[in-house]
Each structure stands twice: as structure tokens, then as C-alpha cells.
């Protein structure tokens, strides 16, 4: 760190301090304000601070930063910088009564006093005690010394100006970069041969169609002698409706200026004789530049005529705002050090230039006097966490709404997360905000046609014969089958069939049960039944295998259906099924054929508990377990139960 940027460091640490001091004194009343003061102060905590970003009522209305010196105290980079080693330069200007007076001074990079670095062009500028950065001297006029300023941030600026320690150049360039420095735009263009030195002409008409594009204005036109001033928006035919023309907003946007001195005043000509005189303590501050010359020990500090001509700035600044496209009234730094702004009206971004996230219900759009445009939050219920903007759903709703919730939850739908997704529907007892606002549907897997339903009432669609909400049951007039394709069958008609003659000696009494019909059947019948050989009780593997299933039952019930007898049973035990699938502890049928009851082959009692070994046949849609004369129905003993549960586990060896 050289001398002179160590007295920066500590002047502008002695102007916070001060200016610290100023700030945080304590005010100490006078005895008699003290109760008054304290009285006021009561009430005055009780307000809230004012939001400029909205009115009285809460409205959201555009609010803009202050306007600042952007520059001021930001390091400035320059390509040339006078010092190193030392130099002596001279300056010839003329004294009030228009006579030509040199005067030269020392730079020195390596002394407090008599250094020029580029920091003197940010900061504080007192005309009082002008400091001003020198560029290195040179021979020619022609010289190239560029100065480019880092903003830290976008800006929306209106001039930028140049003090100058003595008469202005002859010729300057000014460059914005709206992307940090990475790209370059010409701004303005200063010179005495606009034509001639940058190829444009001097003071061209602006029109609607060139208002973005850099003109250039002979030095010579303007007044003041030391100082440059470049209005942004001077001239320009869209500047009083800067509000909605995107072309000028882009305009006077800027991350960083570049300044180019191209050319010097040449002042050799009109120059005086040479002389030694200058002040080795520090000399004057307000000059240009004419004359120079290396300083070393073998000289003694001589002027020469063969370096003559250096840049001196005394001020470069550059006034604006921080651009936050009319959605804060303040930037401040952030964790990482960056200038962002403050941004409200549910704005993100480091210049306000975007929604932020989940609130995308209308675009993004910069504040203007009459609609602050606010970004405005997704209608999703509660139900989502992200949404998308769309422009021709925002359109269709006559530019109202044009939000798209992403990812609905709580068995949600749709663009709003207003509906419920297929297998649910509104529990209308619950706000749309609930997150149980949806009820599945739970259609039964056979009895419905499928998982949706009704999104008001929650009917599941169901198949024929099948009711219920949830169509888990039979219809009235229908009974159950084990098909998964029509699981609720018509109930056939009965027919009544005579189990008994009217002159059967059993007609005068009992309770019609089968069993006790031991003289029902005519001489047709006692032929038929002598071919009824029911199979022995004695239960072997073979018997196992042969038949669809084997279980223990106990009668409940019977119902004739035409030729056929139905017994409804309680399934107690099962040690073997097939395509019946009788389950254990279910109610389930056996059908027996009339012709075989009345030959008591089977014989089967109500309230009887037996052990069935029979086949499965068809009855009314559904396979069901059927004992017929070749079936084995024998009473239930604890001893056939063990033995069937030994066939079970092995009928894997049965044979087909």
C-alpha cells in the first residue's frame, strides 16, 4: 500500500467518524421540554413507519429510491495515472486580465501531498480544495487514457459530468455497460471534429427512431470551460413518457461508465517562454496540463518541452437512481456485500425485475404513476406450492388471471387445485382450503365399473344389479355370485316343486324337512333309488383326491329351485376348494339334486353338521359346491377332521 492511499484510508475514516458524530449526538433537552418530549414520544412509538411503497390505505403505488451520486466513493480504474516515477507537470491558463500564466507541480505516487490517484475523482468534491487525478504526461496531443467506474449495480441515470483541473479536452468518449463491463454502448461523444475524429455528425436530429443512439457535440459549443455535462434524456422525444417507452428505460440503464479522452487541447503554440517557477510544497491542483518533465536527482527539477500534455480530472460524477422498476423506495446491501434493492409489492430480484416465486397470477410489469403492478399470488386453495405464469389462459380471462398451480396436492386438480383428482371427491362439509377437502371414493374393486365417482355426491358408477354408494351390495332382487364380471345376479324365479303327495302319510305332520319323507317316493322313484349307492364312510386319499373340495358345514336352511334343493350352510372348516373357493367361517350354498334327497343319497338334516366331499358344478351364474349320490356327506367326528388335514397337506400328490 503506497503513502497516498494510506491518507485516503485515513481522511475518509476521519469524515465517517465525524459524520457518525454528528449523527448519534444525544440531544439533551432543556429541564422544562423533558415532560413535554416524553409526553409527544408516547404516541409517536405508536405509529408505524410509513411505507412509501403504499398509500394510507394499503394500496400498493410505485415508489423510486432517492437520487444520489452513484459514483461517489467507488473505485474508479484508469489506464494511465501519473507518479510513478515522479513527474512535473505545468499548466498555462489564463489570469483576470487574460493573461497567460504558467504554473507547475509535483506528482509523486510516493508522497500523501503530492499524489493523483484515480480515487480523487469520487470523492468529496469541495471547490474550495479541489483534488484531482493526473494522468502520466506524454508528447502528443493524441493520447489515449481511459477511466472506467463500476456502479456495483443498475442505475437509471441523468447525467454524467466531468470537472476538469483546468480547460476540457479536445475530444472524449462516454461508454455505459448495462451488463457489468461485459458489453459496451457508446453514450456521448465530445469533440471540436465529431465527424472527423468518431465518424458522426455534430448535434444530429433526434427522432423517435435515433433516440437510443449516442450523438456528438462539439466541445467547443459548450459554455462552461472546465466542466462537461451529459443529460440521458435531453432531447429525447419519448423523455415525458418515460413511463412506457421500454426503449429510454433501457437507455439511461447502466452498470458501469467508461470514460475515453481521445485527444487534447493543443495549447503549445500560444504557450510562454520557460520558466522554473513552482512550488515544491505542493503547487496548484486546479490545472491541466501543459508542460512536463521526469523528475530526478541529476536535474534538479527542469522543466523540458519534450513531454507537455496530461489528462487532470477533478470530479467525475454520475447521478441517478437505483433501478427497482418503480417497486422499492430503498437498495441496501445484502449478505454477499451486493447493492440490491428492497422490493415489495411482491417483486424479487436484485433490481425488482421479476414476481416472487408463487406469485405469477398476472406478468411481471415495471411500476408506472398510474398502476404500481403489483405481482400478484396464485389462486391454489392451499393446495400447491408452485404455479407458472400462461399468457393466452391470462388473455382468455380478459387479463385478470393467469396462473397455473404445478403439482397440486391433498388429492387436488386442476388449474386452481379447485376440483378433486380422479378417485376422490368434495366432502362439501369442508372449506376448498382443507386440506381433506377430498374423499376417496373407495368404489368397491368388483362392484363398480370403475374408481372414479360423482364429484359432488361420491356415487361410484356400479355394474348391473350392484347398489350402494360405494357399490358394495346387491340390489333388491339380486343376489351375489362369485363373478367378478357380474358379482350380483337376478334371484331366479321359484318354483315350487311337491317334495310330498297329498296323501302322504308324512303330510299329516312334521316339518317338511327332507329327512323325515321316508315314504315319498312312487314306484318310479324306489327304481331310481336302487341305483343310489352312497359312497362309505371310510374316507381314503383316493376319495380326497377325487373330489372339488372337501369341508365341514352345518345345514341352516333349504329352498327349492326347480329341480334342484339349495342348502344354505355355515362353512366351519375347509380342507379343500376349487373353483367354488369356499371360504372358512363364510355362508356359502350346496346344491343337491330333488331326485337324490328323496333317495336319501345324500341324506341331510337341518342343523345337521357333516363333512362334504363333492364337486363343483354351476348354479344361477356361480360355481358352487354340489353333493349328489357319488358325493361322501358323513356326520363331523373330530377323527375325520384329523384325517382330512393330513390328506390336505399332502393332496399336492394327488393324481389328475
Known amino acids: 500500500m503506497t503513502v497516498c492511499e494510506m491518507r485516503i484510508i485515513v481522511v475518509t475514516v476521519t469524515l465517517i467518524g465525524l459524520a457518525a458524530g454528528r449523527t448519534y449526538r444525544k440531544y439533551q433537552p432543556l429541564e422544562s421540554e423533558e415532560d413535554d418530549s416524553s409526553f409527544l414520544s408516547m404516541f409517536q412509538s405508536e405509529q408505524a413507519p410509513i411505507d412509501p ?3 394510507e390505505r394499503g394500496n400498493p403505488k410505485r415508489c423510486i429510491p432517492d437520487f444520489v451520486n452513484a459514483a461517489f466513493n467507488r473505485p474508479v480504474i484508469s489506464t494511465s495515472t501519473c507518479g510513478n516515477p515522479p513527474t512535473r507537470h505545468c499548466s498555462t491558463n489564463a489570469d483576470k486580465r487574460g493573461e497567460l500564466i504558467r504554473t507547475c507541480d509535483i506528482c509523486d505516487e510516493g508522497s500523501a501531498k503530492l499524489c493523483h490517484p484515480p480515487s480523487y475523482l469520487t470523492d468529496l468534491n469541495n471547490p474550495s480544495n479541489l483534488t484531482c487525478w493526473m494522468s502520466e504526461p506524454f508528447s502528443s496531443p493524441s493520447q489515449n487514457v481511459t477511466l472506467t467506474l463500476s456502479l456495483d449495480k443498475k442505475y437509471e441515470l441523468t447525467y454524467v459530468s466531468l470537472s476538469f483541473c483546468g480547460p476540457k479536452p479536445d475530444s472524449l468518449a462516454l461508454y455505459k455497460s448495462s451488463d457489468y463491463g461485459k458489453t459496451w454502448q457508446p453514450f456521448q461523444f465530445y469533440s471540436s471534429s465529431c465527424r472527423k475524429t468518431y465518424g458522426r455528425p455534430n448535434r ?51 452498470t458501469d461508465i467508461k470514460v475515453v479522452f481521445n485527444k487534447l487541447i493543443n495549447y503549445q503554440e500560444n504557450s510562454l517562454e520557460d520558466d522554473d517557477e513552482f512550488d515544491q510544497e505542493g503547487g496548484n491542483d486546479t490545472m491541466q496540463a501543459q508542460a512536463t518533465q521526469p523528475i530526478s536527482a541529476s536535474n534538479g527539477g527542469g522543466t523540458s518541452e519534450d513531454g507537455q500534455y496530461f489528462y487532470a480530472v477533478s470530479d467525475l460524477a454520475v447521478g441517478g437512481r437505483c433501478k427497482c422498476n418503480g417497486h422499492a423506495a430503498k437498495c441496501a446491501r445484502d449478505e454477499n456485500g451486493e447493492s440490491i434493492c428492497d422490493c415489495r409489492h411482491n417483486t424479487a430480484g436484485r433490481d425488482c425485475e421479476k414476481c416472487k416465486p408463487f406469485h405469477f397470477d398476472r406478468p411481471w410489469a415495471r411500476a408506472t404513476a398510474g398502476d404500481a403492478n403489483p405481482c400478484v399470488e396464485c389462486k391454489c386453495n392451499g393446495h400447491a406450492r408452485g404455479c407458472r405464469f400462461n399468457m393466452e389462459l391470462y388473455k382468455l380471462s380478459g387479463y385478470r388471471s393467469g396462473g397455473v398451480c404445478l403439482r397440486c396436492r391433498h388429492n387436488t386438480a386442476g388449474r386452481y387445485c379447485h376440483h378433486c383428482k380422479e378417485g376422490f371427491y368434495r366432502d362439501v362439509t369442508k372449506p376448498l382450503n382443507h386440506k381433506r377437502v377430498c374423499k376417496s371414493c373407495d368404489c368397491h374393486p368388483v362392484g363398480a ?54 296323501d302322504s302319510p308324512a303330510n299329516s305332520g312334521g316339518d317338511n324337512d327332507y329327512e323325515d319323507d321316508e315314504d315319498v317316493g312312487s314306484e318310479e322313484d324306489g327304481d331310481d333309488c336302487l341305483d343310489c349307492q352312497q359312497e362309505s364312510a371310510h374316507l381314503t386319499f383316493r376319495k380326497f383326491c377325487k373330489r372339488d373340495y372337501a369341508a365341514h358345514v352345518v345345514v341352516q336352511s333349504k329352498e327349492a329351485f326347480g329341480d334342484w334343493i339349495r342348502f344354505s350352510v355355515q362353512v366351519h372348516d375347509v380342507f379343500k376348494w376349487g373353483a367354488s373357493k369356499v371360504r372358512k367361517g363364510g355362508q356359502d350354498y350346496v346344491w343337491v339334486p330333488q331326485a337324490d334327497l328323496r333317495c336319501k343319497c345324500p341324506q341331510i338334516r337341518i342343523k345337521g353338521s357333516y363333512i362334504v366331499l363333492g364337486s363343483n358344478q354351476m348354479h344361477g351364474g356361480l360355481m358352487s359346491m354340489t353333493a349328489d349320490r357319488n358325493s361322501v356327506v358323513v356326520d363331523h367326528k373330530e377323527s375325520i377332521g384329523r384325517r382330512l388335514r393330513k390328506f390336505s397337506s399332502r393332496q399336492r400328490r394327488c393324481k389328475n
Not at 214 to 242: K, Q, V, W
Not at 450 to 471: H, Y
Not at 478 to 487: D, E, N, T
Request: hydrophobic share 30%; net charge negative; proline share 7%.
Open 204 to 254: 444530429a436530429d433526434i427522432t423517435n427512431d435515433n433516440e437510443h443512439e449516442a450523438l456528438c457535440t462539439d466541445t467547443a459549443s459548450i459554455p462552461t470551460e472546465n466542466r462537461i455535462a451529459f443529460s440521458t434524456l435531453e432531447g429525447r422525444p419519448s423523455a415525458y413518457d418515460f413511463d412506457t417507452s421500454p426503449v429510454l428505460q433501457d437507455w439511461v440503464t447502466a
Open 449 to 502: 365399473l370403475g374408481r372414479t365417482c360423482n364429484m359432488t355426491t361420491g356415487q361410484c358408477p356400479c355394474k348391473d344389479g350392484v347398489t350402494g354408494l360405494t357399490c358394495n351390495r346387491c340390489a333388491k332382487g339380486y343376489q351375489q355370485s362369485r363373478s367378478p364380471i357380474a358379482p350380483c345376479v337376478k334371484i331366479p324365479q321359484l318354483i315350487e316343486a311337491p317334495l310330498m303327495t297329498a
Open 53 to 55: 411503497c403504499y398509500d
